[in-house]
T-cell receptor
């Protein structure tokens, strides 16, 4: 089945630790995105990548880092510099010629203990 | 500042009722607008996409309208069912931007 997978579904982190969230897609999509969702708020864009080895900051990139070494993978690292990392993280992707049709993964819920 | 607002934050209706969800945006120079559905703890599923040149889009019991001049969109759900219970998000893609900006969502509960 084609789609986007995110792992793990739930993640717990101690304060001061870095943690990496996985996002993989087998849709052969060019662009990939990371969003953060907090209770009572909409999705906010963290980082996006339109091609391999290239990515741009979104509205709330501080405290996060990404890499795009392969077309199908776009991992997000939440660093200790992110002051309030507890949130629901969503990954999305789309074809370069269909930027309006984003497919979303199931999400990872990160909790800082 | 470009913002997307959805009111109310939560809505409960009895099964079978027709209902309207509202989305407002601050700048009328949009490229398109999209409505999504999100089930608890899940990702988003696209429901309807309205291009700037369109006034409405329909899919089954769903109808989305767009009024750029007033900065508003509505999602009409006919004959609501318990399975429609979810959070509905509106997202706007402005001409000057290269991403979707999401509203805060409306949590809908359809009571059997």
């Amino acid at each position: 089945d084609g789609g986007i997978t995110q792992s793990p579904k739930y993640l717990f982190r101690k304060e001061g630790q870095n943690v990496t969230l996985s996002c993989e897609q087998n849709l052969n999509h060019d662009a990939m995105y990371w969003y953060r969702q907090d209770p009572g708020q909409g999705l906010r864009l963290i980082y996006y990548s339109q091609i391999v080895n290239d990515f741009q900051k979104g509205d709330i990139a501080e405290g996060y880092s990404v890499s795009r070494e392969k077309k199908e993978s776009f991992p997000l690292t939440v660093t200790s510099a992110q002051k309030n990392p507890t949130a629901f993280y969503l990954c999305a992707s789309n074809r370069w010629d269909s930027p309006d049709t984003q497919y979303f993964g199931p999400g990872t819920r990160l909790t800082v203990l | 500042k470009q913002e997307v607002t959805q009111i109310p934050a939560a809505l409960s209706v009895p099964e079978g009722e027709n209902l309207v969800l509202n989305c407002s945006f601050t700048d009328s120079a949009i490229y398109n607008l999209q409505w999504f559905r999100q089930d608890p703890g899940k990702g988003l599923t696209s429901l309807l996409l309205i291009q700037s040149s369109q006034r409405e889009q329909t899919s089954g019991r769903l109808n989305a309208s767009l009024d750029k001049s007033s900065g508003r969109s509505t999602l009409y759900i006919a004959a609501s069912q318990p399975g429609d219970s979810a959070t509905y998000l509106c997202a706007v893609n402005w001409i000057t931007g290269n991403q979707f900006y999401f509203g805060t969502g409306t949590s809908l509960t359809v009571i059997p």
